[in-house]
């Protein structure tokens, strides 16, 4: 089965309706089971360590992203919290220097406590990623393309590394989507997802996923997801299920609106620089060409002037909502200086290229035509 038809039947492959014949898998909103005898039981015992929709989900989930095993948490943080409990207190962990600013929170201000270490190096040099591996390095962490930056990392040659060096793999694979990139598929060993963003795609659920092929790791995680417990409710489970019907849908018209407005965007004056991987101009154009099948639909940019003027330029958006988050049917700007990225120290932040004229937009699925309008009229000069 291709993407676009297993996102419609899978769900229909999982679970059969033996009673009513139902197209859908149901919501069961039910915290524990009925047991034939004190400890036996079929499948399920209690919806925290399993129940039917998360089921129905994760194994949809698992046959896009091209994994053996998928599981669902209540959001792509606590989705990261559990791939990080499967380190101990002496790890360093080796992470790509452009993270989500709540990985990086979560790395700084949570797991350092307990002893954990992180550098942050650009991958893409691997002579820098050699010499950055120590012995308690455990894992080689990417996002790619990264938030907000979108910075491409060679999937495969990072994972041939860390191989090598007998390290995991994990790339959070949120904005490229399984539609566009399956990083097991380049010798990644653990694959992390926020959700919340394309595959739900309407902005009304917080979710998060973790797919991996190898079957010891997935019992750890397994474990560690009962463990733990940032499970979702069955009903966030059916929406996700819901909204992936039409994901690879959307994800083909979020990429399409997202390469006119990128191009738009490179030849307007009060535009300085414009990152999208799919654009010539981008540093890892070539190497996304090569891992992925689409360049998605996000777009960051700065713009001409201050923090004033990007200020001016994102109160005047009308259908780009002002909103942290991504990868919904509507279309969103945020600033991640002050919103996605804050929690990053000012210094830090300013060494990676995250300054205060730069812009990230979620391209939605509108008309192309109304989203440039929009565009045109937020980005006139600001005393016009
Ligand atoms: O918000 P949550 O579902 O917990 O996912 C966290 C997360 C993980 N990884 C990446 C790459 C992300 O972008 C996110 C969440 N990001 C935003 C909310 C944002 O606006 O960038």
Not at 366 to 371: F, G, S, V, W, Y
Request: aromatic letters at 8%; charged letters at 25%.
């Amino acid at each position: 089965m291709r993407d676009s038809t297993r996102a419609i039947h899978q769900q229909q492959h999982t679970y059969q309706d033996e009673h009513h014949g139902a197209v859908n898998t149901p919501v069961y909103l039910t915290s524990t089971y009925v047991q034939k005898s004190p400890g036996v039981y079929d499948i399920y015992d209690y919806s925290r360590t399993a129940n039917p929709t998360r089921t129905a989900l994760q194994q949809t989930l698992a046959g896009l992203e091209g994994a053996k095993h998928a599981l669902v948490f209540s959001s792509g943080m606590g989705a990261i919290q559990t791939v990080m409990s499967l380190f101990d207190n002496h790890t360093h962990i080796l992470c790509i220097d452009d993270l989500y600013g709540g990985t990086h929170r979560l790395f700084e201000q949570v797991l350092k406590k307990f002893g954990m270490r992180f550098s942050y190096v650009d991958l893409s040099d691997a002579k820098d990623v050699e010499t950055a591996i120590v012995p308690e390095t455990r894992a080689i962490w990417i996002e790619s393309p990264t938030n907000p930056l979108l910075k491409i990392t060679d999937i495969k040659r990072i994972a041939e590394i860390a191989k090598k060096h007998d390290i995991l793999t994990i790339v959070d694979n949120t904005f490229a989507t399984p539609f566009f990139q399956k990083p097991l598929g380049l010798g990644a060993d653990i694959v992390v997802h926020s959700l919340t963003k394309y595959v739900n795609g309407h902005s009304d659920v917080v979710a998060g996923a973790v797919m991996v092929d190898e079957d010891r790791l997935f019992e750890r995680l397994q474990f560690l997801q009962n463990a733990v417990g940032a499970i979702p409710g069955p009903f966030d489970c059916f929406l996700i299920h819901r909204g992936i019907k039409t994901f690879p849908l959307r994800m083909k018209k979020h990429e399409e609106n997202a390469s006119r407005i990128a191009t738009y965007l490179e030849r307007h004056k009060n535009v300085k620089r414009v990152i999208y991987p799919g654009l010539g101009s981008h540093p890892g154009h070539a190497v996304a060409r090569r891992q992925m099948s689409g360049f998605s639909g996000m777009i960051s940019f700065e713009i001409q002037g201050n923090l004033e003027d990007a200020r001016t330029m994102l109160e005047r958006l009308k259908l780009f909502k002002l909103a942290e988050s991504l990868g919904g049917v509507m279309s969103l700007a945020d600033h991640p200086a002050t919103m996605t990225h804050s929690a990053i120290p000012r210094a830090e932040r300013e060494k990676r290229g995250i300054s205060d004229t730069l812009i990230r937009l979620s391209v939605g699925i509108e008309d192309a035509e109304d989203l440039l309008d929009d565009l045109d009229q937020a980005l006139r000069p600001r005393n016009a």
